[in-house]
């Protein structure tokens, strides 16, 4: 097993793959089962490998391609998969529990029984996957992931009863109609963020692509829906779109600048767009200023009532104090400088500085013995 990271050469990769295969092909009696986990595989090609059973495990496949590649039963525990290339490969059975497989290209893969619990599938394309039963997704947070609408219902059908709520289900949901997208906004922020969803209509407008734009309220969540007036190639403009606007609240002045390069003709256009950006920012910093204010408001009174019930244990326990010594002077004591002895006595336990006072006057009040 390689140490975290490990870089490999090609010479030693090549080598362990002809023995995977001689190990794959005799039926596991020779040549030896590949063990990569913790490798550092990044950005190279393996498009086509037969890596079925291979030891993967906190690998490093982050912008590999791995299409076609044979993967079924495959350990990917905690391999970082992010923008990995992984079209039309084959998962059956593969363990992926806690990968990382952030904008993944899985479309048309097997997957087949594959185990996704705790993965992470931000924005990772699912369209058109093979998959005749669901294997373990429970926990996956799969924000912003694109797929199919009969893969979703099978997630929700297959997997509600027996996980409930383990699966974060704010998925994006591609089919021949256009593009429905769940979130779940905090409340404090909600209306600003829908609102920024509308403006989604004058983004595409800007572009040239026409769309009917929809925003809902379902629950807790919110249904954001997208057809293009032209489907076809109009839908995959419309989710490259959705997907930089989607970023755009969190973009630097320096990206802003490369989609003016790359997306954006007229100039207008992107002043809109900047000025919609910041208009959201500012709205949910304020949202965000007024809910910091009430919880500030409210600690400050929580304060308050600490203080004041504080003041009136401190009373409690010198009336009883007061009492205590007063039972004792009218039982025990009857002559006047045992009444100041008693004063004296209570001034100096009680810690009310309201009845301290009182005290000390009455004390200063009695005639000299």
């Given at each position: ?5 490990t870089?490999?050469?090609k010479?030693?990769l090549q080598?362990?793959?002809k ?17 990569l ?5 990044s950005y190279i090609?393996l498009?086509g ?9 906190e690998?490093n496949?982050s912008?590999?391609d ?5 993967l079924s ?8 998969l ?15 529990i806690e ?21 992470n ?9 093979k998959?005749?039963?669901i ?7 799969c ?10 219902q099978k997630?929700?059908?297959?997997l ?5 709520d383990t699966?974060v289900?704010?998925?994006v949901?591609?089919d021949?109609?256009g593009?429905?997208a769940f979130?779940e906004f ?6 600003a963020?829908e609102e920024?969803l509308?403006y989604?209509?004058?983004?595409l407008k ?8 929809m925003?809902k309220?379902e629950g807790?969540?919110t249904?954001?829906?997208v057809?293009?007036?032209d489907r076809?190639e109009?839908?995959e403009?419309?989710?490259?779109a959705?997907?930089?606007y989607?970023n755009l ?5 320096s990206d802003?600048?490369?989609?003016e390069?790359?997306?954006f003709?007229?100039?207008m256009?992107?002043?809109r ?7 959201f920012k ?14 500030e408001?409210?600690k400050?009174?929580?304060e ?5 019930q ?7 326990h010198d009336?009883?104090?007061i ?10 004591h009857?002559?006047q400088?045992?009444r100041?002895s008693?004063?004296?006595?209570v001034?100096?336990?009680?810690a009310?500085?309201a009845l ?5 006057k009455?004390?200063k009040?009695?005639p000299e013995?």
């Amino acid at each position: 097993m390689f140490d975290k990271l490990t870089h490999i050469n090609k010479n030693e990769l090549q080598e362990i793959l002809k023995k995977h295969e001689e190990w794959l092909e005799s039926g596991y009696k020779k040549g030896e089962r590949a063990n990569l986990s913790g490798a550092k595989l990044s950005y190279i090609n393996l498009s086509g490998a037969n890596l079925s059973g291979a030891k993967l495990r906190e690998a490093n496949l982050s912008g590999t391609d791995l299409s076609k590649a044979k993967l079924s039963d495959a350990d990917l525990r905690e391999a970082d998969l992010s923008k990995a290339k992984l079209s039309d490969a084959y998962l059956r059975k593969a363990n992926l529990i806690e990968a990382n497989l952030t904008e993944a290209d899985l479309r048309e893969a097997d997957i087949h029984n594959a185990t996704f619990s705790n993965a992470n599938l931000e924005r990772a394309n699912f369209q058109q996957v093979k998959c005749i039963s669901i294997g373990n997704w429970a926990g996956a947070q799969c924000h912003g992931t694109i797929m199919d609408g009969y893969l979703y219902q099978k997630l929700q059908n297959d997997l509600k009863e027996k996980y409930k709520d383990t699966l974060v289900v704010n998925n994006v949901i591609v089919d021949q109609e256009g593009v429905n997208a769940f979130f779940e906004f905090p409340e404090d922020i909600r209306t600003a963020c829908e609102e920024y969803l509308m403006y989604f209509r004058q983004f595409l407008k800007d572009q040239a692509l026409t769309a009917e734009v929809m925003v809902k309220n379902e629950g807790k969540s919110t249904l954001f829906s997208v057809k293009p007036s032209d489907r076809g190639e109009a839908l995959e403009k419309v989710q490259e779109a959705l997907g930089i606007y989607l970023n755009l609240p969190q973009a630097s002045e320096s990206d802003l600048k490369v989609l003016e390069e790359t997306n954006f003709k007229q100039h207008m256009a992107l002043v809109r767009l900047k000025q919609k950006c910041q208009m959201f920012k500012s709205q949910a910093e304020v949202f965000q200023s007024e809910a910091n204010t009430l919880k500030e408001l409210v600690k400050t009174k929580e304060e308050v009532v600490r203080a004041k019930q504080q003041t009136i244990d401190i009373v409690q326990h010198d009336l009883k104090l007061i009492l205590s010594y007063s039972l004792q002077y009218v039982k025990i004591h009857g002559k006047q400088q045992n009444r100041q002895s008693f004063l004296a006595t209570v001034a100096q336990k009680v810690a009310a500085p309201a009845l301290k006072r009182i005290v000390d006057k009455s004390l200063k009040a009695l005639p000299e013995a």
